[in-house]
């Protein structure tokens, strides 16, 4: 059978990937969960009709999301992950030695679940002992957290389903109070293509509340347009200012020390909705 | 009826673009001709089932095939565009007034004709005095060529029908005689997720003949996987050296003063391909 998987990314324009079987498809209390092997990309986490993540180009995100805060943060101990159940983002925190304590929140245990048995490259380091997972409302765990993290990532799915309450500015303000004098934060912030007005008004908001604001971007080529934005908001330090004595050797695909600069560096039409 | 043009971009990945409906269909004495009205992306031109440009995103590629090695030369007078025919290379060219003379040479007339009917906003400036159009063949017009051009830019298609032999070492040195003696060419060199092999192979026939040969990238969301490559070949004058007092200002949407430097700050498994 010649089984293919479309994704429509926006009303007219969608992608089309070839599938050798269905792995689990399931609804569960909070999503659709499908998690098909494909061809091309390999084994595909897709939630809410949505590709997450896949075998093959992960690695993007997964960096793009962890390295730039963390090597932005002069010494981070403890960091906090919402959402990201697939592990990835906790694989690359791991790869900081400074990091003690690393905490996943995610909503929805069939992701944690689904990936530990489909996705071992990128689930593989939830079980490691610096790793603590809460099957939790993320919302609900920023709102009980006070000056207790150096560094918070938001890995969500898009501003649908589960993930609404976590494009807010009461979300932003929580996430300030979480972190401690000095924290940072990072939210995927989707795509300049098609949700130009999503990424402005995100920009605008965590702009109120943290002084140091920044978008950055990265290549994800199963993500609509292949171009995926990222907002970065810090209370003192700035990713363009890190000192060269604090990036240190890990293994990246797709990270490098120059990136973490010219990442920073925007399209002419994605610069203008940060003004 | 609900119509949708799916272009497989690898044996098991492709794009599905909604077509309003088809504008132009023939078979031309080189290729397959399509030009598409879409929903998401305006017109578009597609070459043997590959999208060359859109209305909508076209501003990424001719942005960046052209200004980041006409601001690397100090002083542009001629230039030549190979291919390109539907002279989005050539509106950005002219940008430049230091520009005297911009020759295009286009293998297939029909591209142009096409491009001139249903993507005006393009193709518009091919009859502007400072430009000679040319429907030849490229690869000729080069062997021709000697100690000629400022800057030579390669907008081809794929390395499949008409386009063949503009991905040969023969090719390069031709360029290379063809350009004066602190020239520069820029050839598009496809997308590291699905084309690797190719992209090494293009950087190491163009390093045997450019002392400067460097790699940059930009992001086309209607070209698979999102991520695409230029290659860079310059005799003597580095793109990453550009005097601050070269740089003056143009219109663009994607090309900025800081891009020319951070597009070539190359993912990690992209900047081993240069190696």
Redesign the interface.
């Known amino acids: 059978m010649d089984l293919w998987y479309?994704e429509k990314q926006?009303?007219?324009?969608?992608?089309?990937?070839?599938v050798k079987r269905t792995l689990q498809s399931e609804k569960t209390d909070f999503q659709q969960l499908d998690m098909l092997e494909?061809?091309?990309?390999g084994n595909m986490l897709v939630l809410d009709g949505m590709v997450m993540t896949t075998e093959k180009?992960d690695f993007?995100y997964h960096e793009m999301i962890s390295h730039v805060p963390l090597f932005t943060h002069p010494n981070p101990k403890k960091v906090l992950v919402v959402g990201g159940g697939d592990g990835g983002v906790i694989r690359e925190v791991l790869k900081h030695p400074s990091v003690e304590k690393a905490v996943l929140v995610e909503i929805d245990g069939k992701v944690i679940e689904a990936s530990k048995q489909h996705l071992p490259s990128i689930a593989g380091e939830l079980t490691n002992p610096r790793v603590e997972v809460k099957v939790d409302d993320g919302f609900m765990h920023i709102a009980k957290s006070e000056a207790e993290y150096d560094v918070i990532m938001v890995d969500s799915t898009e501003p649908v389903g589960p993930a609404v309450n976590l494009f807010t500015k009461g979300f932003y303000a929580g996430i300030a109070k979480a972190l401690k004098e000095d924290g940072i934060f990072v939210a995927q912030s989707d795509n300049p293509?098609f949700k130009a007005d999503l990424i402005k008004q995100v920009h605008q908001d965590v702009l109120e509340i943290f002084p140091i604001t920044k978008l950055y971007?990265a290549?994800?080529?199963t993500y609509p347009?292949?171009?995926w934005t990222f907002t970065l908001g810090s209370k003192q330090h700035d990713p363009l200012k890190v000192g060269q004595d604090r990036f240190h050797q890990i293994e990246?695909?797709?990270?490098?020390q120059?990136?973490h600069?010219?990442?920073?560096?925007?399209?002419?039409?994605v610069?203008d909705l940060t003004k």
């Open positions: 479309t926006t009303d007219d324009f969608g992608i089309t990937a070839k494909t061809k091309e990309w180009d993007v293509w971007t290549n994800i080529p347009s292949g171009l990246t695909s797709y990270y490098t120059a990136l600069q010219a990442c920073f560096a925007l399209p002419k039409f610069e």
